[in-house]
């Protein structure tokens, strides 16, 4: 079974930092975009940042300059770096991929289940 599992969520400051892990498992053939989404309460999902296999990446706009994508493709992990953060980063952050596994051979687009972001004094 493929999944995604995100990890380093929690409360933080503004003006503070975390830092989000997502690790894909399963019987994985291969991996190709990566991404972040986040969804604050009653709003809708949005695109945080994409990383494609080669390392190439985009970011909406709000999050540029302060948060950083990256990627470990041995460990088949995805990072977000976030800096500066506002009350306005506040949302669940959800984990994105395109992968393939050994028993479909085909690509599908997976969802990790989320990991809470609460920025607050």
């Known amino acids: 079974q493929v999944q995604l599992v995100e990890s380093g969520g929690g409360l933080v400051q503004p003006g503070g930092s975390l830092r989000l892990s997502c690790v894909a498992s399963g019987t994985i053939v291969a991996i190709n975009n990566m991404a972040w989404y986040r969804q604050a309460p009653g709003k809708r999902r949005e695109l945080v940042a994409r990383?494609?296999?080669?390392?190439?990446?985009n970011y909406a706009d709000s999050e540029k300059g302060r948060f950083t994508i990256s990627r470990d493709n041995a460990d088949k992990t995805v990072y977000l770096q976030m800096n500066s953060l506002k009350p306005e980063d506040t949302a669940i952050y959800y984990c994105?991929?395109?992968?393939?596994?050994?028993?479909?051979?085909?690509?599908?687009?997976?969802w990790g289940q989320g990991t809470q972001v609460t920025v607050s004094s």
């Open positions: 990383i494609g296999h080669d390392g190439r990446s």
């Open positions: 994105n991929a395109d992968m393939m596994s050994t028993v479909t051979r085909t690509w599908y687009n997976y």
